[in-house]
């Protein structure tokens, strides 16, 4: 017999919230301010992950 809900389990850890305007914006910010400040500064900076500054930067 299969599972048959197909409601997401309850997860832990912190919900998505690094994707906010603000945060791409102050990547953007932060990146125009001083080009040899690092992906990963900026990341513990905002508090995000250094893939999402990544992303942010190319946006």
Same mark, same amino acid.
């Given at each position: ?7 997401d389990e309850? %997860?832990?850890? #912190? ?16 990146? *125009?301010?001083d080009? %040899?400040?690092? #992906? ?16 942010? *930067?190319?946006?």
């Open positions: 017999d299969g599972k048959e809900d197909v409601e309850p %997860r832990s850890g #912190l919900p998505p919230t690094s994707t906010t305007p603000d945060n791409i914006e102050q990547v953007r910010l932060m990146r *125009a301010d080009r %040899r400040l690092s #992906l990963r500064l900026i990341a513990e900076e905002l508090k995000i992950s250094l893939d999402s500054s990544r992303k942010f *930067a190319k946006a």
